[in-house]
Every structure is written in structure tokens, then in C-alpha cells.
């Protein structure tokens, strides 16, 4: 009786001659010249030559940069005050005060900024913008009333401020104007005039 290790060494030698024949064949084969075939080794490196060459050339080419925004435009800062970020908000805002108050469709959406506009960034940029434009009387009521409307204390103080200062309000009509139930407590005591000690 066979033990199971003579099987296995008679089961590894009958696998190993049909193995060294199929050794044997390729070894010839491979000794054999191609006949009438070009080497693929010849294309092979042409292909990659190729390649490398269309994907340096790809790889190098200027990509072309975007055009930069014309923010001299009218219609292009007015897409800008109306854009969902605040970032674009905030360029188009500093872009209507680089255009100036000949601009009073830009006025009219400096004046709307300040007084829909979420971001108290925007709404104080925009305040600034126009308080230091020419502003026609109409427009000059219009920021009395807004004044009015916020609902930030620091913006109601800095709006009072700028109109006590540049004189948008008499003395006695701006102290009325703060009394009013609307202008907010903390608001209020900065716009208040500071008793002397």
C-alpha cells in the first residue's frame, strides 16, 4: 500500500512533464525570428511616444482664464446686488460707490440693500456708499425712514450718526426722531447727545 506522501510526489511528477514540454515549446518559439512582422515592441514605444507627447502637449496648453466681470457696467453690479452670496453682494455694493451717484438705478438698489439685505456687512457697506454720494431729497427722506426699519442697533446708531453729522436732520427734528418708539434702546443712548460733567 502506497503512503499519502508517495501520492503526492507521484501525482507532482506526472504534472511536471507536460510541463516541461510546454517549456520546452515556448523557449522554442520564442527563439524563432518573426517572419515578415515588425517587432511590437517597435509600435508599442511609437504608441507611447504618441500619448505622452498629446498629453505634454494637453498638460502645458494655457487653460483659458474667465473673463473678469465688468463691474463697470451698470447691469453687472445690479446682478451682483441681487445675488444669493453675500460675498458677491458686498462686490457689487463696493462697485456701485466706484460708479458713483450718476447712477440712480444703482442708488435705487444701494437704498433696497440697505433695507432687505440679510448680511449686516452688506447693509452697513451700503450705507456708507450712499452717505457718501450726492443724494437727492427724496433719497435723503428715503434713508431717514430706513433708519426706522432696521432692526440692528448698530445700524440704526451709525445711520443717526452720519445724518446728525452731515446735517441731513436739524438738531431739534433728529431728537425727535430718535424718541420715537421705533429706534432701538441701545441705538438710542449712542445717538443721544453726551451730557458734559
Known amino acids: 500500500m502506497k503512503t499519502p506522501t508517495e501520492d503526492h510526489l507521484l501525482d507532482d511528477l506526472a504534472a511536471d512533464a507536460p510541463m516541461r514540454r ?9 527563439k524563432e525570428k518573426p517572419r515578415g512582422r ?3 515592441s517597435r509600435w508599442l514605444a511609437w ?4 500619448v505622452l507627447a498629446v498629453a505634454g502637449f494637453l498638460a502645458l496648453r494655457p487653460t483659458p482664464t474667465p473673463p473678469p466681470d465688468d463691474l463697470g457696467d451698470p447691469r453687472i453690479v445690479l446682478a451682483l446686488l ?8 458686498l462686490r457689487g455694493v463696493s462697485a ?9 438705478l444703482l442708488t435705487e438698489a444701494l437704498l433696497r440693500r440697505l433695507e432687505e439685505d440679510d448680511s449686516l456687512n452688506v447693509r452697513l457697506l451700503a450705507l456708507e456708499i450712499l452717505l457718501d454720494q450726492d443724494l ?13 426699519l432696521q432692526e440692528t442697533a448698530i445700524v440704526q446708531a451709525h445711520l443717526g450718526l452720519r445724518l446728525r ?18 429706534v432701538l434702546r441701545q441705538a438710542r443712548v449712542a445717538l443721544s447727545p453726551k451730557e458734559e460733567t
Open 96 to 104: 456701485a460707490g466706484d460708479l458713483g451717484p450718476a447712477q440712480p
Open 47 to 50: 504608441a507611447a511616444a504618441a
Open 22 to 30: 510546454m517549456r520546452s515549446r515556448f523557449e522554442s518559439l520564442m
Open 38 to 40: 515588425k517587432s511590437p
Open 165 to 182: 453729522q452731515q446735517r441731513f436732520v436739524s438738531p431739534r427734528d433728529f431728537e425727535h426722531l430718535i424718541a420715537r418708539p421705533e
Open 136 to 148: 437727492a431729497v427724496d433719497q435723503t427722506d428715503r434713508l431717514i425712514e430706513l433708519l426706522m
Open 82 to 89: 441681487q445675488d444669493p452670496s453675500t460675498f458677491e453682494r
